[in-house]
C-alpha cells in the first residue's frame, strides 16, 4: 500500500541509523508539520540519519532540490547505488553535488530526460569511472 511520508515516519525511518537499503516513491507528500516539511528537507535528514545507506532509489521526487542532493553527497559516504527516476529538479548542479561527494558509488542510473542533462552525466562519467551509469 501507499502511505504518507511524515515527518514521524521520516523519525522512524532513521532511527537508529542502521538503514542500508531505502526506495521512496512520491507521490510522497510530506506533512507540513514539525521540522521536515517538503521532500528537499525529507532527502536531507534521511541522508543526515542514515550513514551506512548503501542503495537508495527515489522515484518521482520533483521537489527535492539542490540542498538535497548536496546533502546526499556529503553525508552519504557509504553509498553505493543510486537510482534517480523522474527527480526534475536534480538539474546539472544537483550531479555535479552528488559526483564532488558519494565516493563509494559504482552505479547511477538516472533519467536525463526529465532531471539533468547529457552533457552533465558525461562530465559526470568522466569524473566517476568507476562507476557504472545507466539513463534512459
Known sequence: GWCKLTPE??????SGGGLEFLSLSATFEPAKVGDISNETEAVMH???GCPLLKKLILRNCKEVELEGWKAIGRNCKNLEDLTLYRCSKLCDLGLQALCNGCNK???????TDDSCSSSALEVFKR???NVTCHSW
Open 9 to 14: 515516519g521520516i523519525k522512524a525511518i532513521v
Open 46 to 48: 534521511i541522508s543526515k
Open 105 to 111: 558509488l559504482s552505479r547511477l542510473s538516472v533519467d
Open 127 to 129: 569524473k566517476k569511472i
